[in-house]
């Protein structure tokens, strides 16, 4: 059985939307996945990092998977080391970093995963992008509309980058 599944990418460092693309391409190849749609690419500042940090193009990815998280997370760890990325969670710039934002109605947590998304609903540049593809997503832990952790001044920072020419892949 197959769940819905968003996913979150950021890019620092390289060619940010090729990097974003091919990862996108990647995913989309992966066995059991299948890309519903994709949201805008945005422009954000990085958050945590140093301030002279390259600006970060980030964007959400939902679609399908019809395996376990941990296998999600395996095939993505992969993708991100292909595509460049030395390691996870040291705030620094990056080709690429992908996230499990939500896996179906699954709450998980595991040494090596956090489902939802432990931040996501701290950060415009995940909320903003996810509420673009669906806008009327319930947060599964708390049972809140997404949109209502969004407030307006956070979404200032953001600056729209690109429109996906695949907003809705899958009719």
Not at 32 to 53: C, K, N, R
Not at 64 to 83: G, H, M, S, V, W
């Amino acid at each position: 059985m197959s769940n819905i599944i968003y996913l979150a990418l950021g890019s620092n460092l390289g060619d940010r939307e090729n990097n974003l693309m091919t990862a996108c391409g990647l995913i989309s190849a992966l066995e059991g996945f299948e890309t519903i749609s994709l949201s805008p690419i945005y422009v954000t500042q990085p958050t945590g990092m140093d301030s002279s940090a390259p600006t970060f193009l980030n964007m959400v990815i939902k679609g399908q998977f019809q395996y376990t998280p941990l296998d999600l997370l395996a095939n993505l760890e992969q993708i991100e080391r292909k595509l460049g990325r030395q390691s996870k969670g040291d705030n620094q710039p990056r080709t690429i970093d992908i996230d499990i934002l939500l896996f179906g109605e699954q709450v998980i947590k595991i040494e090596r995963l956090t489902v939802p998304h432990p931040k996501m609903t701290q950060r415009a540049f995940v909320l903003v992008p996810l509420l673009q593809i669906e806008p009327d997503l319930v947060f599964p832990v708390a049972g809140k509309r997404f949109d209502a952790y969004l407030k307006k001044k956070d979404t200032e920072s953001l600056i729209l980058y690109k429109e996906s020419g695949h907003n809705h892949v899958r009719t």
